[in-house]
């Protein structure tokens, strides 16, 4: 299992940018499928990004492409999201997961062991 807590969420203007940070902990995180999720108030949590366990290859679903950046560092070990350009739509509570199996492509939640309690992002108009 990997313990995740999620931080760098806030409140902020349309355009601006924001990196969200996800600590981890557990033996397993080197190994584990990386990803962020977020949730919109009355809307079904969506996959936003996938990294590989070395960080060789990412996935973004389509409407974040361009915009946010993953990352890692296994060494810290840590999982970043870097959000560019921001719009009213990514306001949404933002959560880390890690998953033992899969890929980068995994944008199920069910293939997501270890969550996070997330870190909410608002962004305004």
């Known amino acids: 299992q990997v313990q995740l807590v999620e931080s760098g969420g806030g409140l902020v203007q349309a355009g601006a940018s924001l990196r969200l940070s996800c600590a981890a902990s557990g033996r397993t995180f080197s190994n584990s499928i990386m990803g962020w999720f977020r949730q919109a108030p009355g809307k079904e949590r969506e996959f936003v990004a996938g990294i590989s366990w070395s960080g060789d290859t990412t996935n973004y679903a389509d409407s974040v492409k361009g915009r946010f950046t993953i990352s890692r560092d296994n060494a810290k070990p840590m999982v970043y999201l870097q959000m560019n350009n921001l719009e009213p739509e990514d306001t949404a509570v933002y959560y880390c997961?890690?998953?033992?199996?899969?890929?980068?492509?995994?944008?199920?939640?069910?293939?997501?062991?270890?969550w996070g309690l997330g870190t909410q992002v608002t962004v305004s108009s």
């Open positions: 997961a890690a998953s033992n199996a899969g890929s980068s492509r995994s944008t199920k939640i069910y293939q997501y062991g270890s």
